[in-house]
């Protein structure tokens, strides 16, 4: 129940944020002393070199430990959703910044000593620098990108099978982990008119376990679509 309320609340957030923005110039594109030095369709949907929008997409992941007890041995599915909001870093280069907010569920399947679920579910903020690619064709362009990106564990649960138990993902026993996350994204976008499409690469450099020596990160990749405003 708690994750369909936070998906919905965000993907409803995404939705109603267009409607109550004030219209504006569109410039997401070069600027050439006030004249557009690429044609108009270029900067079609964005208005005033900021965008706006949404993605809803799916997870792999795993969980990626020195602690033999937490390493996955295969990788785990998960949901994605949120708002994303992008602004041009100055107008004669095509270099963006975008962040937003999003639910991401994460974790990883283990078989050390059972079955073991690893069920991490976050609030995450990233911060992409994308550099837009354009090509001929109705609003086309490829949107390569790197970035940071921090997130905080706000419920999941450890299945144990063999044992038929469940406990709290996140807690201070050293089987739980911490709630706060962060690391680097590395992915390409794709976007024709206002539809968007993303894969990326998260690779966790916080330690989200509890031991100091045995250091534990999360790891994955991400299949997201959306449009764009």
Same mark, same amino acid.
């Given at each position: 129940m708690k994750r369909r309320f936070l998906i919905t609340a965000i993907i409803a957030a995404a939705v109603m944020l267009p409607q109550i923005l004030p219209a504006q110039g569109h410039v997401?594109?070069?600027?050439?002393?006030?004249?557009? $030095?690429?044609? +108009?369709?270029? $900067?079609?949907?964005?208005?005033?070199?900021?965008?706006?929008? =949404?993605? /809803?997409?799916?997870?792999?992941? !795993?969980?990626? $430990? !020195?602690a033999t007890y937490l390493e996955s041995s295969s990788p785990r599915g998960g949901l994605v959703a949120g708002i994303a909001i992008g602004q041009q870093l100055g107008p004669r280069v095509p270099v963006f910044l975008e962040t937003g907010l999003l639910y991401s569920e994460k974790g990883g399947k283990s078989d050390y000593g059972g079955d073991f679920s690893y069920n991490l579910n976050y609030l995450e903020v990233p911060f992409n620098f994308k550099y837009m690619i354009y090509f001929p064709g109705p609003g086309i362009s490829v949107q390569p990108f790197v970035g940071p990106y921090f997130a905080y564990g706000v419920g999941g649960y450890v299945k144990d099978f063999g044992a038929r138990e469940a406990?709290?993902? /996140?807690? @201070? +026993? @050293?089987?739980? /982990?911490?709630? =706060?996350?962060?690391?680097?994204?590395?992915?390409?976008? /794709?976007?024709?008119? +206002?539809?968007y499409a993303e894969v990326n690469f998260n690779v966790g450099l916080a330690n989200i376990g509890h031991d100091m020596f045995d250091e534990t990160h999360n790891r994955g990749v991400s299949l997201t679509v959306g449009v764009n405003f």
């Open positions: 997401y594109m070069y600027d050439n002393g006030g004249r557009p $030095s690429r044609p +108009a369709r270029y $900067s079609q949907n964005y208005l005033g070199g900021t965008y706006f929008g =949404f993605r /809803f997409g799916i997870n792999a992941t !795993e969980v990626s $430990s !020195e406990y709290h993902s /996140f807690g @201070d +026993a @050293d089987y739980q /982990f911490k709630r =706060f996350d962060g690391g680097l994204k590395v992915g390409c976008g /794709f976007s024709i008119q +206002a539809f």
